[in-house]
């Protein structure tokens, strides 16, 4: 039987979106600046780590669980961008106290870095560039990759909340789909309605 398209579409692949595959990219950096230049038992590796996790695993969840539930897909995107602020937020404050610069947004690294990390969402490449890397550049790299997924998903937010209104939920689309397969069918309900069951007389006793 033909898959059904309009319904429960199981097409979603989430590592082919630009924003799971920036996040990806975040997450590998991520890795390696902490256990890089932050010190072993330091808390804050696991943490900035874990958020890293958070701002790409949520992503995949809420596109499965968004066949079934927009609003826990929309919820989901949004725990991601929590996550991501979390860690930049760890990256502005590790140059900060140390005293290293994090670059103005004209600022021709900036400039250079944006360019470079919008046309780049190969994770391994980023893998292999920092390793060339000053803390304080790996840092602004991490925090321009986090400020690009948040952008993406701003965007993806408002799309699901558009189509939510347009299109409603799970509800809608199993009631359109009903709909369009009765219409396909030439199916008008039932042919005769369910008539009511007479109950079985008893037998009676013959008389003598």
Not at 29 to 48: E, N, S
């Amino acid at each position: 039987m033909a898959e059904n398209k309009d319904f429960l579409r199981q097409d979603n692949d989430y590592r082919t979106m630009k924003a799971f595959r920036k996040a990806e990219c975040s997450y590998d950096v991520t890795y390696y600046f902490a256990h890089t230049f932050l010190k072993p038992g330091d808390r804050t590796i696991d943490q900035m780590i874990q958020a890293a996790r958070s701002g790409k695993q949520n992503l995949a969840e809420g596109t499965i669980d968004g066949v079934t539930s927009r609003e826990m897909e929309i919820k989901l995107a949004n725990v991601n961008r929590a996550s991501l602020h979390e860690l930049l937020l760890d990256y502005e404050d590790y140059l900060r106290v140390r005293e290293l610069e994090q670059w103005k947004l004209n600022d021709p690294r900036a400039v250079k870095t944006r360019a470079f990390c919008k046309a780049h969402l190969d994770s391994a490449i980023y893998r292999e560039k920092i390793r060339e890397r000053s803390d304080e550049t790996i840092a602004n790299i991490a925090i321009t990759l986090i400020h690009q997924c948040d952008v993406l998903l701003r965007g993806m937010i408002e799309w699901m909340k558009r189509d939510f209104i347009e299109n409603g939920g799970i509800k809608e689309e199993m009631y359109r789909a009903r709909k369009d397969w009765q219409r396909r069918n030439g199916y008008n309900g039932p042919s005769q309605p369910n008539q009511p069951i007479r109950p079985i007389e008893p037998i009676k006793p013959k008389k003598d």
